[in-house]
């Protein structure tokens, strides 16, 4: 068995992880990624597994196998957070989390022994931070992101507090979340093995709701309560972190507390600014110059470079200078207004809020449409969904904007998904 027949499972597996909206370039670095990850023959059996979540059943009726030895299969999986898996109604339910907010991270959300972690953090780093092509096609596909900033909640004024939605709170997700989970966080946990990590806390990368369940379950994750998950919160606000979460109104799966060094997010934030890769908060930082000293304070906390000293024109000192805002490049976290020691920085509404997804397959359908690979999603496996799988897509379809809807039917070109799309339209 040479090189050359392992390559073409680990391709088909690289083929399996592009049925995402996200996907995962291939690369020489994702080939050895996944190689780490997953054995020569869980390659194999992960590359034919459905998109949608299913059962042993389901997976036992792909590989031919016997339903107690894919289940032994799935379990292994799943203990590796490689697969997700859920109690559901219809009882045990797994599903392939995607690279990136999913089994890239939870690769490195805790010190383990059974696979290389350092040699795993250089391929991230490589492949992620070095490469651009993952995180271009991840951050800056589309109008839909995957993630989105939180704003610093003690940064709001009384006035703003009451504008700001619940599902705009971090603190709000954490109160309403079925489970709770915090681990490493995957960023400075890889960066600390390029000898590249600051001193932010890594304890600190927050999980909620099926996910959190699964990875407390497999012990990738520690069960908190909501108190101190609020009190990580507070530290993290307290380390000019910022919150960046799941694009989504609903089940929020993640909230990941972010610095601008080492942070994925945040590096392309700054990278792709052009493509608005993070989806803002829905605030403005507003500099009152008369009381700004220059310090630059703000400046050095705003993870995105959102911030700039210009020279006040001031003519009795000529030296002065003031913070000046790039609207186009800020995410409204409110970081710099928590520095901002003679209050020249306040938040103010934002002019118009862009939509957020209601939740996960709201979001995956906007974002399949935008990158074009709508059918890929629909078509998965070339079989006909369960009903209840169908009933979420067509949900989420007919959320769209009467346009948006109108691609989506193109996009499949399908004459059933558009009589269905007509039928309960």
């Not at 024109?313 to 003031?322: E, G, I, L």
């Not at 118009?352 to 709201?362: E, F, I, K, W």
């Not at 969904?385 to 691609?407: D, I, M, N």
């Amino acid at each position: 068995m040479g090189h050359h027949h392992s390559r073409s499972v680990y391709d088909r597996l690289t083929e399996r992880l592009n049925r995402f909206p996200q996907g995962a370039p291939p690369s020489e670095h994702l080939f050895r990624i996944l190689s780490i990850l997953f054995s020569e023959r869980e390659a194999g059996l992960v590359a034919v597994l459905p998109i949608k979540p299913f059962g042993v059943a389901r997976a036992a009726a792909i590989w031919k196998v016997g339903e107690a030895e894919a289940a032994t299969v799935l379990d292994e999986l799943a203990s590796r957070a490689l697969l997700v898996d859920m109690e559901t109604e219809e009882g045990r339910q797994f599903v392939l989390p995607p690279p990136m907010a999913g089994f890239f991270e939870f690769s490195m959300m805790r010190t383990r022994t059974d696979i290389d972690q350092k040699a795993l953090a250089e391929l991230f780093y490589q492949y992620l931070n070095v490469e651009e092509d993952f995180v271009r096609a991840l951050f800056a596909g589309g109008e839909t992101q995957l993630g989105r900033a939180f704003v610093s909640e003690p940064a709001l004024s009384p006035e703003n507090a009451l504008h700001v939605l619940d599902f705009e709170r971090a603190s709000e997700v954490v109160k309403t979340a079925t489970h709770l989970g915090v681990s490493r966080c995957y960023c400075r946990h890889k960066m600390e093995h390029v000898g590249r990590a600051c001193d932010a806390p890594q304890d600190i990368c927050m999980t909620f709701n099926t996910s959190a369940a699964s990875l407390v379950k497999h012990g990738h994750a520690r069960r908190v309560e909501v108190a101190e998950a609020l009190d990580l919160l507070r530290q993290a606000r307290d380390h000019g972190l910022v919150q960046f979460g799941e694009n989504v109104r609903e089940g929020v799966n993640f909230i990941c507390n972010c610095c601008g060094c080492c942070c994925e997010a945040m590096i392309a934030a700054r990278r792709f600014a052009a493509a608005h890769p993070i989806h803002t908060a829905p605030f403005l930082p507003a500099v009152a110059e008369a009381s700004c000293t220059g310090c630059e304070r703000c400046i050095r906390a705003c993870p995105v470079e959102a911030l700039a000293a210009v020279s006040a024109n001031d003519p009795k000192q000529s030296k002065r200078t003031v913070a000046r805002l790039d609207a186009d490049r800020c995410l409204g976290c409110g970081v710099c207004v928590r520095t901002c020691r003679p209050g020249a920085l306040t938040l103010e509404a934002r002019p118009a809020r862009r939509l957020t997804p209601l939740n996960g397959a709201h979001r995956a359908v906007l974002m399949a449409i935008e990158r074009g690979t709508l059918q890929d999603m629909v078509f998965d496996n070339r079989l006909l969904w369960s009903h209840r799988a169908l009933a979420t897509f067509l949900g989420a379809v007919l959320k769209l904007p009467p346009a948006q809807r109108l691609l989506a039917s193109e996009q499949v070109r399908s004459r059933y998904l558009e009589a269905l799309v007509r039928r309960w339209a």
